[in-house]
């Protein structure tokens, strides 16, 4: 079937603008995460949603970062007031929660590169 | 802290040859350890995952080798193609599924 999709594959936007990130994971995974990508760094956990219950928002950097995700499904990450910093690639990954498949398996999306000019 | 590091940062090596990358981790405790292919401007795609009592772990020409006792790890490419120019990645999980210590990566380009 289709695997994770993000939207835009590319971002330049001004500093002080406001960015929105759409993450569709594989239908049916019940976990999503994010993640940022920042040159020569390793992958940063941003934050977790796991059906229904509260998200893990302990990885976002600062109050300017918000994720939501409706009906379970889709997921839109926001940044309000991009800074230069905030350049990098950011990451979807889902996994299926409910016991088929390997439950450790997280399944990334091409990743949004965005631009702060 | 918990931290994995990888090394070498970047390597280059002829079609056919074998190479071997290594990772060493400190993060605690551990769960698992997993191996990542990330191809440029794709997402990672999971190679192997490791638990504590597994020593070691084949995909096909991609074989990973984990020391818990020493917490390193290493994955060894056998004959390898210019289609293995990539990133691979280590993972290395605390606990829970969202405690994700990620590498930096070693970046491999094969030449023919």
């Not at chain 1, 020569?40 to 229904?52: D, K, P, S, T, V």
């Not at chain 1, 309000?80 to 929660?97: F, G, I, K």
């Not at chain 2, 993972?91 to 990620?102: A, E, T």
Request: proline share 5%; aromatic share 8%.
């Amino acid at each position: 079937g289709a695997g994770v999709s993000q939207s835009p594959s590319n971002k330049v936007t001004e500093k002080g603008k406001d960015v929105e990130l759409r993450c569709d994971p594989i239908s049916g995974h019940t976990a999503l995460y994010w993640y940022r990508q920042s040159l020569g760094q390793g992958l940063e956990f941003l934050i977790y949603f796991q059906g229904n219950s509260a998200p893990d928002k302990s990885g976002l950097p600062s109050d300017r970062f918000s994720a939501e995700r409706t009906g379970g499904s889709v997921s839109t990450l926001t940044i309000q007031r991009t800074q230069q910093e905030d350049s990098a690639v950011y990451l979807c990954a889902s996994s299926p929660r409910d016991g088929r498949g390997n439950p450790y398996e997280q399944y990334f999306g091409p990743g949004t590169r965005l631009t702060v000019t | 802290k918990n931290q994995v590091e990888q090394s070498p940062q970047s390597l280059i090596i002829l079609e056919g040859k074998n190479c071997t990358l290594q990772c060493n981790y400190t993060v605690s405790p551990f769960s698992n350890l997993r191996w990542y292919k990330q191809d440029t401007g794709r997402g990672p795609v999971s190679l192997t995952i490791m638990t504590f009592s597994e020593n070691t772990k084949s995909n096909g020409r991609y074989t990973a080798t984990l020391d818990a006792d020493t917490k390193q790890s290493s994955l060894h490419i056998t004959a390898s193609q210019l289609s293995d120019s990539a990133s691979y990645i280590c993972v290395v999980s605390s606990g829970g599924y969202n405690k994700l210590i990620f590498g930096a990566g070693t970046r491999l380009a094969v030449h023919p």
